[in-house]
């Protein structure tokens, strides 16, 4: 069975170059570890470190070929859809995250050109400056064959939902193509109480947290009113937002109604705008429920490459009491219709 795996992150030399000149954070500092080989720490604030801490990781996430292809062929997995892994270029000024964004677009383009039957690609988008992000989104898709878009959550602290970021949006709708809406550490507003303990800053709590409020700021804006044929991507099985779904419908009755922009109940946006991914939630409980919750067809098989295992994903997906028509829907079919890729990708 033909399996796509859809959050499968990669990083750039020149987004590397680029952090490790930085003076603010986020930023690459280089350091021993305990073989004196030096790695590169992704440093969020001076107390505070997370990813690409691992020498063989960060090889790892830059490698977008035979290395990265072995592994693939090891797992099983015959396609990647590659995406820009965070910091991404959101939390860079205007200027250099458009100017990054589009090397980053066509150095991941020569790779799906190279490997046109293994990868597969979302564009980087630099939301900071939003028609200059449309206008890349539009020439990622058009002219270098991307899949969509990638947005690394907040943006140095914002959020899509206000509209001067609405242009994106009605660019996808317009394109056809996804937003993937990928989380990373708390905004500066929300960050402060989750440092006590780093680690619930991160994926342990912290990402799901940034971004299902992402989603849910969305949900609540009336973006998809405006554009109702927007599709968003959540990883990690919905960030938690399908288990919340009656209490949210309940309270937008209650007060939401009245108050928000939106026009119709959160779980009617999130059932028809949102699909989620399995990426680094390899528990059964939480598929069947969000199964029960979206039905097969919103839900696309990922791995979280190289964060989580391609293995682990495999496995789960192969061993999960489920029809074989549900698990092709998962692995490859319902990722080829959603991004356009039986049409000529594989």
């Given at each position: 069975?033909?399996?796509?795996?859809?959050?499968?992150?990669?990083?750039?030399?020149?987004?590397?170059?680029?952090?490790?000149?930085?003076?603010?954070?986020?930023?690459?500092?280089?350091?021993?570890?305990?073989?004196?080989?030096?790695?590169?720490?992704?440093?969020?604030?001076?107390?505070?470190?997370?990813?690409?801490?691992?020498?063989?990781?960060?090889?790892?996430?830059?490698?977008?070929?035979?290395?990265?292809?072995?592994?693939?062929?090891?797992?099983?997995?015959?396609?990647?859809?590659?995406?820009?892994?965070?910091?991404?270029?959101?939390?860079?000024?205007?200027?250099?995250g458009t100017t990054l964004a589009k090397q980053i677009n066509d150095e991941v383009a020569q790779a799906v050109r190279r490997y046109?039957?293994?990868?597969?690609?979302?564009?980087?988008?630099?939301?900071?400056?939003?028609?200059?992000?449309?206008?890349?989104?539009?020439?990622?898709?058009?002219?270098?064959?991307?899949?969509?878009?990638?947005?690394?959550?907040?943006?140095?602290?914002?959020y899509l939902d206000d509209p001067k970021f609405w242009i994106i949006f009605e660019k996808a709708e317009k394109l056809g193509v996804?937003?993937?809406?990928?989380?990373?550490?708390?905004?500066?507003?929300?960050?402060?109480?989750?440092?006590t303990y780093p680690a619930l800053a991160n994926a342990m709590w912290g990402f799901a947290a940034e971004a299902s409020l992402h989603?849910?700021?969305?949900?609540?804006?009336?973006?998809?009113?405006?554009?109702?044929?927007?599709?968003?991507?959540?990883?990690?099985?919905?960030?938690?937002?399908?288990?919340?779904?009656?209490?949210?419908?309940?309270?937008?009755?209650?007060?939401?109604?009245?108050?928000?922009?939106?026009?119709?109940?959160?779980?009617?946006?999130?059932?028809?705008?949102?699909?989620?991914?399995?990426?680094?939630?390899?528990?059964?409980?939480?598929?069947?429920?969000?199964?029960?919750?979206?039905?097969?067809?919103?839900?696309?098989?990922?791995?979280?490459?190289?964060?989580?295992?391609?293995?682990?994903?495999?496995?789960?997906?192969?061993?999960?009491?489920?029809?074989?028509?549900?698990?092709?829907?998962?692995?490859?079919?319902?990722?080829?219709?959603?991004?356009?890729?039986?049409?000529?990708?594989?």
């Amino acid at each position: 069975m033909k399996r796509i795996a859809v959050e499968e992150h990669f990083l750039t030399g020149s987004l590397l170059a680029h952090l490790r000149t930085r003076k603010e954070w986020p930023r690459l500092e280089a350091v021993e570890d305990d073989q004196h080989n030096k790695v590169d720490r992704m440093y969020w604030a001076p107390s505070h470190y997370f990813v690409h801490n691992d020498l063989n990781l960060v090889r790892r996430i830059v490698d977008l070929g035979e290395g990265r292809l072995r592994e693939m062929d090891d797992s099983g997995i015959d396609m990647q859809v590659l995406s820009i892994s965070i910091p991404g270029v959101e939390l860079l000024d205007s200027s250099s995250g458009t100017t990054l964004a589009k090397q980053i677009n066509d150095e991941v383009a020569q790779a799906v050109r190279r490997y046109p039957e293994r990868f597969s690609a979302f564009a980087a988008i630099a939301p900071q400056d939003p028609p200059s992000a449309a206008n890349e989104l539009e020439r990622a898709v058009r002219d270098l064959g991307l899949k969509g878009a990638v947005v690394n959550s907040h943006i140095r602290g914002e959020y899509l939902d206000d509209p001067k970021f609405w242009i994106i949006f009605e660019k996808a709708e317009k394109l056809g193509v996804p937003i993937y809406l990928h989380p990373k550490q708390p905004s500066p507003d929300m960050i402060k109480p989750y440092l006590t303990y780093p680690a619930l800053a991160n994926a342990m709590w912290g990402f799901a947290a940034e971004a299902s409020l992402h989603a849910l700021r969305l949900i609540c804006s009336g973006v998809f009113d405006r554009y109702p044929e927007v599709k968003v991507i959540l990883g990690h099985l919905g960030e938690a937002i399908p288990f919340w779904l009656w209490r949210l419908d309940n309270h937008w009755e209650k007060e939401g109604k009245r108050s928000l922009p939106a026009k119709k109940k959160p779980s009617h946006y999130f059932k028809n705008n949102f699909f989620v991914t399995t990426s680094g939630m390899c528990w059964l409980p939480a598929l069947q429920f969000v199964s029960s919750v979206l039905g097969g067809e919103r839900i696309l098989f990922a791995a979280d490459y190289p964060f989580e295992s391609m293995k682990e994903a495999v496995q789960f997906i192969d061993e999960a009491p489920i029809s074989d028509g549900e698990r092709e829907k998962i692995y490859h079919l319902n990722t080829e219709k959603l991004l356009a890729l039986s049409q000529g990708d594989d």
